[in-house]
């Protein structure tokens, strides 16, 4: 057994063959008996490429992947411009004559007869130049002044217009008349406006506090008389306005002008109750009838029963005569909606406002201007908070 190369045939029979015996491994002459070989060195490249023995020790990590460009955000568009839409139909313009002055002949000559008489000359000229102070009085904060009635007819726009044209043509700050009943309202047609195209709820969405008064009034309609409208629709029908459309608008635009006027919706409409709210004072138009007078004084024993903001004391009643025959005693009518504390002023009948159509201050009557000036000297003051 001592001849026998038993290693040699065991590599064989690994190898699978009886092929030759695996040469013995040559053992350099520096390394002397008894000691063990030196480890074969690495390749020159694979040495290199190992910096410490911790590098080559630990396993490659996965470059990371490179980042994504984060996509700029899409540019605002401004908002679509609409489209001018005339007030009226131009096929219905043809229909519409030209309207008579508020006085008749015999009436104007009355009075001229009367001022040539009598010493109510020098009384008109004296209730005309304190009306006018009245509404020339400075203010430093915008003025919001609502308009409401108990129902549609009463003549609720026909006072927000007078009391625009009023206003715009005593005051020399900027005038504003908001429409706030977009349900086919009709004061674009009684201001006379050219065309409608940007309303309420249109501004809303473009305005902010950064914008000049050039700007704003770029979204307006400019009275031809004086003034300036935001109407509340283009005349469509189930056109709304929403409260924080409404909000919006008002909070921005109080700071370019002195006063402004707003033609709300009839009340209990919960956009109604919020002008009525937020504004300085109000108007309660109500038709010279028994049914109007009854059901205003039902509103204004409501309106006494609102404990924040008190609505009362700020209210003033405009009752409005549609018509030359119409027999409610308007002073026993004044004196019982005067029993809740507040002011009525009545607005006689006019011929030129009982047409329809474009109101041309020039064309109204004595009474009529006079009135005019008496509601909106009234709201004034009680929008400045001085007593009655």
Not at 47 to 75: F, G, L, M, R, V
Not at 335 to 359: C, E, F, K, S
Request: glycine share 8%.
């Amino acid at each position: 057994m001592a001849g026998t190369d038993w290693q040699g045939d065991l590599l064989r029979q690994l190898r699978g063959g009886d092929g030759e015996p695996a040469p013995e491994p040559v053992v350099p002459s520096s390394v002397s008996a008894g000691q063990p070989a030196a480890a074969p060195s690495e390749p020159a490249d694979r040495a290199n490429s190992a910096a410490t023995p911790s590098e080559s020790a630990a396993p490659a990590k996965p470059a990371a992947p490179a980042a994504e460009p984060i996509p700029a955000p899409a540019p605002t568009l401004p908002a679509p411009s609409p489209i001018p839409v005339p007030p009226v139909d131009p096929h219905l313009l043809p229909a519409h004559r030209r309207s008579r002055p508020g006085d008749s002949v015999l009436r104007r000559t009355r009075r001229s007869l009367r001022q040539l008489l009598l010493s109510s000359a020098s009384r008109d000229v004296a209730e005309a130049t304190r009306i006018a102070q009245a509404l020339q009085q400075p203010v430093t904060t915008g003025r919001q002044i609502a308009v409401t009635s108990i129902r549609g007819g009463a003549g609720k726009t026909t006072v927000a217009a007078l009391l625009n044209l009023t206003y715009a043509h005593y005051r020399q700050d900027p005038v504003l008349v908001l429409e706030a009943d977009p349900a086919l309202g009709t004061l674009p047609i009684r201001l006379a406006a050219p065309a409608v195209r940007w309303t309420c709820s249109d501004l809303a969405q473009v305005i902010n506090p950064s914008m000049q008064f050039a700007e704003v009034t770029g979204y307006l309609v400019q009275v031809a008389e004086g003034g300036w409208l935001l109407p509340g629709s283009q005349g469509r029908v189930g056109t709304r306005l929403e409260l924080p459309s409404y909000r919006a608008v008002m909070m921005a635009l109080r700071r370019y002008f002195g006063i402004t006027v707003v033609d709300c919706e009839t009340l209990p409409n919960p956009l109604a109750r919020t002008a009525l709210a937020a504004s300085h004072a109000r108007v309660l138009v109500a038709p010279a009838t028994m049914e109007g007078v009854a059901s205003t004084r039902a509103v204004l024993e409501w309106m006494a029963d609102v404990p924040r903001p008190r609505l009362l004391p700020g209210t003033v009643v405009a009752l409005t005569m549609s018509s030359p025959d119409m027999t409610l005693d308007t002073g026993a009518a004044s004196a019982y909606l005067g029993q809740a504390g507040i002011r009525v002023v009545t607005i006689p009948y006019d011929r030129h406002l009982a047409a329809g159509g474009p109101i041309r201050t020039a064309a109204l009557g004595h009474e009529t201007r006079m009135a005019a000036g008496h509601l909106g000297a009234e709201l004034l003051n009680l929008a400045l908070g001085k007593p009655r």
